[in-house]
Each structure stands twice: as structure tokens, then as C-alpha cells.
């Protein structure tokens, strides 16, 4: 398991985080195709889309999407 960064955009404030057991690999399996469609006008998506069709693919798979984390300051 493990928490890791999703950029698609040139804006960081549409990033997002995924708490996941899938693979590099599995991830941009998924996403690259629906970024690549929206950048040649072939369509649209969301956050919520690239995340639903991450478990579409992968159902077994655990995949719980974030937006903003907490901070513990010590």
C-alpha cells in the first residue's frame, strides 16, 4: 500500500493523491489514454472519472482518492 501524487495537468491545484496497492505501471495504463483523448479535443474528464475507471480495471485493486492531507507539525 502506499500514497502517491497524480499530476495530469500543469496546475498542481488539480492534483490529487491515491492510496493504492496499484503498480506505476497499472496507473498510467488507465489515466494515459483519457489525459492523451482530452488533449487531442476527443473528449473530457475529472478527477473523479480517472479514479472510477482505476477501479474499473482494477477492481480487486484498492484505490481511495485524496485531495488534501492533514499536517501534523512537532
Same mark, same amino acid.
Not at 495537468?9 to 497499472?26: G, H, I, K, N, P
Not at 489515466?31 to 482494477?58: C, D, H, K
Given at each position: 500500500?502506499?500514497? +502517491?501524487?497524480?499530476? =495530469? =495537468?500543469?496546475?498542481?491545484?488539480? #492534483?490529487?493523491? &491515491?492510496?493504492?496497492? &496499484? =503498480? #506505476?505501471? !497499472?496507473?498510467?495504463?488507465? +489515466?494515459?489514454?483519457?489525459? !492523451?483523448?482530452?488533449? *487531442? /479535443?476527443? /473528449?473530457?474528464?475529472?478527477?473523479?472519472? &480517472?479514479?472510477? !475507471? &482505476?477501479?474499473?480495471?482494477?477492481?480487486? *485493486?484498492?484505490?481511495?482518492?485524496?485531495?488534501?492531507? #492533514?499536517?501534523?507539525?512537532?
Amino acid at each position: 500500500m502506499r500514497v +502517491i501524487r497524480i499530476n =495530469t =495537468t500543469a496546475y498542481s491545484e488539480e #492534483d490529487f493523491f &491515491l492510496m493504492t496497492t &496499484l =503498480t #506505476d505501471e !497499472q496507473i498510467s495504463e488507465v +489515466i494515459r489514454p483519457i489525459v !492523451q483523448a482530452e488533449r *487531442e /479535443g476527443e /473528449g473530457s474528464y475529472n478527477n473523479n472519472i &480517472l479514479v472510477y !475507471q &482505476l477501479s474499473e480495471r482494477f477492481p480487486l *485493486e484498492y484505490i481511495s482518492m485524496f485531495t488534501e492531507f #492533514d499536517e501534523i507539525k512537532i
